[in-house]
């Protein structure tokens, strides 16, 4: 569902460095106002911001690798705890996730897909594309409606709930769209409005601005 995703930060240099050294995945562009990493199928690029932002976003990874994968990152970096856990296992979703935080507070989370595997070493190809894209905003039910309308469907409800989590998409790829003031799960980061852009497979992008209105594009 994820073609590409822009996010802002203003720790553009230490979130480089941390992409392309420490998680040594591939930078496919790196300019003095953004760089662009590639997370399998998708990409995400950040953009330079006076103004700081956080988000949360996930990568999809093979359930069979998840506990090489846990091993890797540990030995580069800690992993958030909730209740003492350093990971969890979703049943709606059949996966395990572990989270743990970039240099600019992102709150990331891998998901592996306990029916989705890839045989062989840990490499770059592990990371199979973007699972989750948070969408923080005020305007939750008509941002949610709007998602809808565009073809997103709401997963596991009937009814967008303002006041929650509520996730839209299918499969293995969701937008987890949550009102502003909520904890993050496997971390102390209270979720805030930061604008953002996700573009789709099929060249649709939404656009969510510093308000977290929406605005929808169709090519």
Do not use: C
Not at 78 to 84: C, D, F, I, K, S
Not at 144 to 158: A, N
Request: charged letters at 25%; a negative charge.
């Amino acid at each position: 569902m994820f073609k590409a995703v822009t996010f802002y930060t203003d720790k553009l240099k230490s979130l480089r460095r941390f992409y392309g050294n420490v998680l040594e995945l591939n930078i496919t562009e790196a300019l003095d106002d953004r760089f662009t990493v590639q997370i399998g199928q998708s990409t995400i690029t950040f953009i330079q911001s006076e103004r700081k932002a956080f988000y949360h976003f996930a990568i999809n990874i093979p359930g069979n690798q998840f506990s090489m994968m846990k091993d890797w990152i540990q030995n580069r970096l800690p992993l958030n705890r909730e209740n003492g856990r350093s990971e969890v296992y979703f049943r709606s979703f059949d996966a395990d996730s572990m989270y743990f935080e970039d240099p600019a507070g992102n709150v990331l989370e891998l998901i592996g897909r306990r029916k989705r595997d890839l045989f062989g070493d840990l490499s770059v190809g592990s990371f199979l594309n973007i699972s989750e894209v948070s969408i923080t905003t005020s305007h939750v039910a008509i941002v949610g409606e709007e998602i809808q309308d565009f073809g997103i469907p709401l997963f596991g409800s009937s009814n967008i709930v303002p006041d929650e989590l509520n996730f839209l998409g299918k499969g293995d790829t969701f937008i987890v769209l949550v009102p502003p003031g909520r904890r993050w799960y496997f971390s102390k980061k209270i979720s805030e409005t930061h604008p953002l852009e996700i573009t789709f497979n099929d060249g649709r992008k939404i656009n969510i601005n510093l308000d977290g209105e929406i605005s929808i594009l169709n090519e």
